[in-house]
């Protein structure tokens, strides 16, 4: 699949734009955009869902979040609906600045923003609580409207049973950390993944020993510095064999991986397929539930 950018509608006088559709097919191409996007999808089983690396059929209802420039989109595949009803809500990444985002009351919604980068679905529970107040967003407007909109989002940070879609991360500047330590080595991974990035240099950058650098890294980010290098690698990788034609030798090279054993094993282990499983699998050949 190629994957298309999107210039929406959204100007930047607008806080927000909502659009609503009654249809009996998915005809818009897989697609990345800047803005978050909350997509409510109704009466749609068996239709295929993509998101960042994840594919999948989806349910009779569903409602997912999705973070700026994640690859998404819905096609119809096997689903023989002739009543398909959409919501998409479409909103800048700075409606909420960082700043005000750290503030304690809103910690919950700053975490799912950060989440949102790799694809939120949540579950019926949370669908059937929530999808009544987005239909009725519509007949709102003015500062009403914002405000029911901020509502929806705060209640959707506070729900259970979320599934989080995509493996990979594919905006590199979508989580932001507190500590500056950490922001410098998550830029020196960026900037050398595909190189020999090493905890020894990254320990330097932060100014610490390697042992009470691995530790502090885990304590910021929840992850080790090897899981987070190899999570990047594996991130780029994912975004290669989805828009490119390179062998995956050429991308396991390209990506930081000296050994294309190595880069099979990890692949397959964190994403469930194999590298030529999940390519064909993208470009539709096959599809994986």
């Known amino acids: 699949m190629e994957i298309f950018r999107e210039i929406t509608p959204l100007t930047q006088n607008d806080c927000f734009t909502m659009a609503v559709r009654h249809k009996s097919n998915f005809d818009f191409p897989l697609h990345t955009h800047?803005?978050?996007e909350l997509n409510l999808i109704l009466n749609a089983k068996n239709a295929k869902r993509v998101?960042?690396?994840h594919i999948s059929l989806i349910g009779q209802s569903e409602l997912v979040f999705v973070g700026p420039n994640l690859p998404h989109g819905w096609f119809t595949e096997k689903c023989k609906s002739k009543k398909i009803h959409e919501v998409t809500i479409q909103f800048h990444r700075d409606l909420l600045?960082?700043?005000f985002l750290q503030k304690k009351q809103l910690d919950y919604m700053r975490r799912m923003f950060e989440t949102s980068a790799n694809?939120?679905?949540f579950s019926s529970d949370t669908i059937e609580r929530i999808s009544?107040?987005?239909l009725s967003l519509v007949n709102k407007t003015g500062f009403d409207s914002v405000l029911e909109l901020l509502s929806i989002l705060h209640d959707l940070s506070l729900s259970r049973n979320i599934t989080v879609l995509s493996g990979s991360v594919f905006n590199n500047n979508?989580?932001?950390y507190n500590s500056r330590r950490i922001r410098k080595v998550i830029e020196y991974i960026h900037n050398n993944f595909n190189k020999q990035a090493g905890l020894s240099e990254a320990a330097k950058i932060a100014n610490m020993t390697e042992v009470g650098f691995s530790r502090f890294f885990k304590n910021k980010t929840g992850k080790t510095f090897i899981d987070t290098l190899t999570e990047i690698r594996l991130s780029s990788a994912t975004r290669m064999l989805m828009e490119t034609s390179h062998s995956i030798a050429e991308i396991a090279y390209s990506c930081?991986?000296?050994n294309i054993s190595n880069f099979n094993r990890i692949f397959k282990k964190k994403k469930g397929k194999t590298p030529k499983e999940f390519r064909e699998g993208?470009?539709?050949t096959r599809i994986f539930i």
Request: proline fraction near 4%.
């Open 119 to 121: 694809g939120i679905l």
């Open 256 to 258: 930081g991986f000296n």
């Open 97 to 99: 600045q960082d700043k």
């Open 132 to 134: 009544p107040r987005i």
């Open 282 to 284: 993208f470009s539709g």
């Open 51 to 53: 998101v960042g690396d």
């Open 34 to 36: 800047e803005e978050f």
């Open 174 to 176: 979508s989580i932001s």
